[in-house]
């Protein structure tokens, strides 16, 4: 894993994390099913909406961020054993949402490294709080992909 010296390098990571998330979902959401568009659409959102809200803590602005909700959020474990799948340019829709999920689960992992990783309790919070949000994402996805994929999809 890469060193960080800083609170604010971690928070520049975690960004740049976020940025690459919206990315995937933006260039997804014209290649998606129909009906699975607005999921993928809300997904890009949040994940913008996760790198507004880091940018907002870099300047001052932790607060607001805290009062996300700490339910524990189910894991179907699904990727756990799914294939891992190179990204290319030609990706099936089953592909996209095993990278999808992939991605979802180390944000989830890196957030809760992060967490773990840090003496001060808002910016442990905060981690856990993001930690949780990757996780809602990864268990959509995963319902997503049992609806279209699995054995009665």
Request: hydrophobic residues 35%; glycine residues 4%.
């Amino acid at each position: 894993m890469e060193e960080f010296k800083s609170i604010d390098d971690i928070l520049d990571f975690a960004i740049k994390r976020e940025e690459e998330s919206y990315q995937f979902y933006t260039e997804w959401l014209n290649k998606v099913k129909e009906e699975i568009k607005p999921v993928f659409k809300n997904l890009a959102k949040e994940e913008l909406g996760h790198k507004e809200k880091l940018l907002g803590v870099k300047k001052g602005k932790l607060r607001e961020f805290l009062e996300s909700s700490k339910e524990k959020v189910l894991d179907l474990k699904m990727s756990d054993y799914l294939i891992d799948v190179t990204p290319k340019p030609e990706l099936t829709f089953q592909e996209a949402l095993i990278i999808a999920m992939k991605r979802e689960k180390v944000s989830y992992k890196l957030y809760e490294n992060f967490a773990n990783r840090v003496e001060d309790e808002n910016i442990k919070k905060l981690f856990l709080a993001l930690a949780q949000e990757e996780a809602k994402h990864k268990l959509k996805i995963e319902i997503i992909y049992d609806d279209y994929i699995g054995p009665e999809g």
